[in-house]
């Protein structure tokens, strides 16, 4: 009984007085379950996560997806609209190829197309981009494991890049926007912003890439991260992009946006570290990574970072590219391709690109760029039953060739039909294709047009292309009809979605969707 | 021990040689019965010399002192003073003490007497819910106390209902939060539980509080307003449950057993047709509808392809789930207590079948309890409770999955014929599968009391709780196409830690009449929840139910709801408190009370985590006064209370102030690397919410006032409070603009008030006199429920259910969660009834437009007058959820041994969505032949021109569906009032001189009938079976009658 009495006296004190000691432990309990403000961005490790972050929501933005799945938005906004298809044989992601309710293509209030009224998904990717810019700088030399300049330079050059190229995207798809330049330390007390000019935000942009061209290193000292991270060569490229679009919205009274577009592409060739590869290599094109990708999303099965069967390749694709996958939604546009590429053609990029044409069955008739003419990029994770597939292959949002025919593209709007001509055929001369003389040629711009098409086609650059050039409404080159009225109203732009409304009262619709969004 | 008797005996037996004369006393110690009392303490006053009784109550003492008198005294018992006198034998009866006798309340931290409490408190006896056949005491409550709305809505066991005092607060912009109404702080046996933080881990899905065996409890108390919660602070801000387990007894030790048995019902059937007639009267009743062409084109499979094997079947789908269930109860406990120590040793085994197959829910409780008086100041008390919860859950595979695979809410056609390893999969058995749910609490508790002085007294209580979930699933290869296996493993525990002090100070300042009683303390709690979990899929061997050999492509990494299943997780929150009160009373008539309680919370930032709660409360016991002399006759007892005060309520997230930033966010569609080219990638938790360092706590400001009375020597007695409940500082989210990058912020928003009363009358209906005797009581809480403040300018906001597909609306002044529907006024009879256009001379448009509407279709109601029913701005509020009334009405009736309970509960005043129906509408509309052939005559639709009918015309296949069965109008609200014969319990206990005769202590039979029958209005099967925010969906649980027969004996 005594001893009982003792056990339970230690006991019943040690209770009472061994929390005490704790106090501090009690009340200041950190998560260890995550991440968080005061312990992230503290070394160099944190900070490449932070930009991998950054790559990876660029990544989700276009990728994202509708009411009936798929995953593709940059093709849906790039590709489907512009022609390159005369169907779509999916609820939502047919109105962008054949129309709907009062518009013949590009319906873009097709039904539960909502999804991609919405900018937020590339809102989450300039505010990471900010966070970077903002906390790079205050990580201490010490924290860095290698060359701490050199390393905060070329992450801080990528969040330049990464900042500008999606304000560029997303000028391209609703003109004007809210700007955000700057890290918000309190979002929960944010204010509501207006939209402002669409040139502005451009200017932006440009002021972005000359930050990121004086950061980043034009070589990449790491092969695996070739094109899918940005380098002074993708900067460049950007730049060159932004300058074009510029001249575009300027309609073309200043002079210096083309000099300067041209400027940017020479400096992507004179720094030598790309090439057009050899034709029988345009699949490795496509896998990504090649010496020809100049900006890519990676989405490499070496990375596990593959679309199980999800996503446009797949989706485009079928038997016997895909075992088993019976059917597919699109239906190439046939007569456009007949158009661009001609019959008997020696080009190559017709059997490179293109799979059983056959203008009876759109539906069979197979864009095979992606997963190469010989299922090159393709993959399954069961073999065996030929599940888990998926197209080994990166979002190829640049390349060589797209910046030499951007260069010629830019010639020709200088009236420059030689300078223009030199640059098409060398793309042309690797396709195999018969070089073009001045004689061959009606409008030179035409022609840039058309070899853009041939080259890039459903790379999810033709609409802007299209809008970019004007040529969108002339159904000679663009494959299909978009009337002028529309185009001149600013039709070309999406609607900004009515989610994005809601909550934000200084906002304002594109003028053209006016009384058209319920 | 008997050494130092000895001495003592020595030691007195040479003073005695010296001073006194010996003298030699002897008798017995009973209770006020006449049973022998063991272990009394006998003592000769003014010395130390005394002895304790005999096991059959008797004692021997030898005189020393010179006080001629002695002192009697046991626990639970008053102190008697004997005067010795000249007498040398002494029977002695003690009458138990009243003050253990039960009429306190229990306040936290606390029990003060019920005539002293300023507070609204109800209280419900362990007695009154024994040996009901229920898996755990929460539900056993409904209707047994005012101002708790407990609603069992599923009938599934071992599942949590909903549990509401004083009317929900919890608001939320999204209506898959875990869970929809506001829930009490528990706190059994002194150890504090939030049901939010238990659940938050929970793998299982089991009702945390199912560990405890409602056997066990001794008495609930439901602390409801300012005054009473004040003192859990933080926490009480929707009431506090004060559960108190049984102690041992003073007297000879007790043994308990107790068993009931008996049988859940299987549902009704629903009639439906089966195989070939259901063929023929499927074909018979379309081709009424379609032409040749059509029958022909679009028919389908399923009814012309009778030769087809997978076609041709004729299963009861209602037969393959439903199911007669068995419940069984066992409970053995010893008890027993004398001045020493008390022990209370008991352990239970419950197993309840549920209706459907494959479910039910088991429970293995052993506890023990046990008080120790170490020295006339320091007393110790140790409680240990050990339980096992085993959930068996059918096919409930994921949140909120049915348990059922129904079709449109229906059972599916019996034309689909079903593969044997289909059926077991259906139902939940099949042999080589698993689904094991295992929850293993572990409870631990000693506290120690030190009496300073006599009026001091410090008590220190530490308790560990510990509690294990964890969740086995094994799917084999043989249900998968691809040969696939499915394994998962899921652990999770939830650790409760709980330290009390406090320092009690009782006195009488000035005089016997002023009465002050101080109370302070502190707490220290923190509470832990982690999680271990791996699940894949695997092409191996069905022999390896576990997960091993999996491949990592398969890896299970959350489920549908977001949840990990692989991986492992750990949070854990301190709280830290100070706490005070002080009660004052003048002669027990002005009575008045104060609290203070202080806390601070890690969940919280560092400047904002401390809250402040006071409160005060008073009472007046007006009987007492010389005035009320002249009712005193027949009115016993009338005290009017009144409190006010603040309380608080924690937020469920434990790291609020930390904007988190989350790994692997590498994933986008269609792809689950984490990585972005090989790198982690690492982005803020922007769908999560962006932190607020200024969080703090949600406040609750109520005001309570009531009135206790008795009259006619106690028969009737009545309680009655009001009460205005106006909970601010809400968390919410508000969203964020899109430019922030962040989806949300949550923060303080939102002001939620309620208002209501409450009654409670009991009454003796006979005289106490006669034998037959009948006790009545009626208690019914009315609440109304309003939303003060909404963010954004008080802008209403929608929110939508996606697995109901219902809308609710939240706007100012009005309460939480009202249906946001098209308003329908019935149906169209005839063409001539459709309104038009008078500019445009168009009819009426349903669906912008899409839809002509004609007759015999749904009259909605064209709010903006637009001619056209469909958008945002034809919709009105069509309903509300939340119940204005309910309560329970119990009648007693008793008659020698015979005791017969009938006991109803009610709720009153809601609108339910009877889902079920509109379901079967889109079924019979656009999915006729693989639901279950239900007669579409049956149903109250339109036909031809001039029908009255409820419903919109039905025909299967029309090419005039425009979604007008889909939830939202109101043609489908019903009134969800109801009344429910709950239970109607018959026993008969043995008497005491036939149970002398077998030597037994006490007997009693008696048999229960369990949700008897059911009162209500409207057509959908069970008006309570509908989930927190109204809909019914028919896909729950039926809730079950249950028939049981058990005994008592006590030895």
Known sequence: MNCLKHIFVVLAAGLVLSPFTSCKKLLDQDPINSPYGSVFWTNQRDAEQGIAGNYALLR?????????????????????????????????????????????????????????????????????????????????????????????????????????????????????????????????????????????????????????????????????????????????????HVYMWKNFLNKGSVASDLTNAIAMVDSVVASGQYQLLPAENYPKIFHGKSNEGVFEINMQVGNGEQQVEKGFYYSTLKEPFIQTKTGKPDAPNLELIG????????????????????????????????????????????PATFTGAAVDANIIVMRYADLLLLRAEAYADQGNMGAALADINTVRARAHADLLTPDDIDDIKWEVMRERSRELYAEGQRWFDLVRTGLLTNADVAGGSFPQSRFDAGGWKWPVGRVLFLNNNVITQNPFWLGRVK | MHKKLLLLALMGFLCLQVWAQERKISGTVTDDKGGALPGVTVKEVGTNNGVATTPDGKFVLTLKGSSDKLSVSFVGFETQTVLLGGKSTFHIALKTDAKSLKDVVVIGYQEVRRKTVTAAVSSVKGKEIENLPSPSFDQLLQGRAAGLNVQNFSGEPGVRGSFVIRGTTAISRSAD?????????????????????????????????????????????????????????????????IVKTKRGKPGKPQVNFSTYGGLTQQPKFEKVLGGAEERQFKLAYMSKYMDADRMALETPMLLTDSLNPAFSGATDWQDLFYRKGIIQNYDLSVSGANDMMNYRISGNYYDEDGTVKGTGFKRYTVSAAMGVKMSSKLSVDALFRLSRGDRSRGRGQAPGENVIPLLDGQYRSSLFNLSDVDKRNYVGDLSSGRDKNINDDITASLSLNYDITPKLRFASMGSIQSSVN???????????????????????????????????????IVNKDHHLNILLGNTINNVKNEYTGIGSGSLGNDNIKVVQGFDVNYLAYTDAGGNIISGSNYESAGMLSFFSRINYDYKEKYLLSFAYRADASSRFGRNSRWGYFPSVSAGWNVTDEPFMEPVKKWMDMFKIRGSFGVTGSLPTGFYLP????????????????????????????????????????????????????????????????????????????LLLPSTTGYDKVNTNAVDVRNIGAEFNIQARILPPTSAFQWNSRFLVSFVRNQIVKLPNGNRDLMVSDNNTGMTYILTKGRAINEFYMIKSNGVFKSEKDIPFNPYTGEKLTYWNGNHTVQAGDFIWQDQNGDYDVWDWNDKVRGGNPNPAATGGFSNTFSYKGFNLEVYVTFLLGRDIYNKYMSDRLIGLTTNYAQIAAIDPGSIDSWHKDGDNAKFAEVIPYSRNYYYQFLPFSTAFVENGSYARIKYVNLSYTFNRKFLDHIGLRNLQIYGVVDNLKMFQKASVPDAEAVDEKGTYTGGGYPIPRKFTLGVNVGF
């Open chain 2, 658 to 733: 930390y904007n988190t930033y989350s790994i692997n966010q590498g994933t986008y569609g269609g792809s689950n690397g984490g990585t972005y080219n090989g790198v982690n990638a690492v982005t803020p938790n922007f769908q999560g919410g962006v932190a607020q360092d200024g969080l703090t706590w949600q406040q609750a400001l109520q005001t309570n006032i009531g009135f206790d009375a008795s009259f006619l020597n106690g028969r009737i007695n009545v309680t009655a409070d009001a009460f205005n409940r106006g909970t601010s500082k809400m968390l919410f989210d």
């Open chain 2, 470 to 508: 964890s969740r086995d699933i094994f799917r084999p290869g043989e249900l998968n196409t691809a040969g696939l296996s499915y394994a998962q493993s899921n652990k999770s525990r939830y650790e409760n830690v709980n330290l009390d002090n406090t320092l009690n100070y009782n006195t009488n």
């Open chain 1, 339 to 382: 158009n661009l590429y001609g019959d008997n053609t020696p080009d190559v990029r017709l059997q490179y690109f293109f799979s059983t044409l056959d203008a009876d069955k759109p539906y069979n008739s197979v864009i095979c760029k992606f997963a190469g003419p010989n299922r090159e990029n393709i993959y399954y994770k069961n």
């Open chain 2, 177 to 241: 939060a875990a869970r929809t109404l506001s829930s009490p702080l528990f706190v059994i046996d002194g150890i504090p539980i939030s049901m939010d933080d238990a659940a938050a881990f929970d793998n299982t899905g089991t009702n945390y509080i199912a560990g405890l065996n409602p056997n066990d409890i001794e008495s609930i108390d439901i602390l409801k307003d300012a005054s009473a919660a004040a003192i859990y602070g933080s926490r009480g801000a929707n009431g506090v449950v």
């Open chain 1, 60 to 240: 989700k933005a276009l990728t994202s997806n509708t009411a009936y799945d798929q995953n593709m938005s940059h093709f849906a906004y790039g590709s489907l609209p512009a022609f390159e298809f005369t169907d779509y044989n999916q609820y939502d992601l047919g109105f962008l190829v054949r129309g709907g309710d009062g518009f013949n293509n590009a319906d873009f209030l097709g039904s539960y197309l909502e999804g991609y009224h919405d900018w937020t998904p590339y809102y989450k990717v300039i505010t990471q981009a900010n966070l970077v810019l903002h906390h790079l700088p205050l990580i201490p030399d010490a924290k860095f494991t290698d060359q701490p300049t050199k390393t905060r330079n070329r992450l801080l050059g990528e969040a330049y890049f990464l900042r500008a190229f999606t304000y560029f995207y997303m000028a391209r798809i609703w003109g004007d926007l809210p700007q955000v330049m700057t890290y918000d330390a309190d979002p929960g007390h944010s204010t509501n912003l207006p939209r402002i000019n669409e040139k502005i935000i451009l200017d932006s942009c440009v002021k972005d890439l000359k930050s990121a061209i004086s950061l980043l290193p034009m070589a990449y000292t790491n092969g695996s991260e070739r094109a899918v991270r940005a380098n002074k060569g993708a900067a460049f490229g950007l730049l060159a």
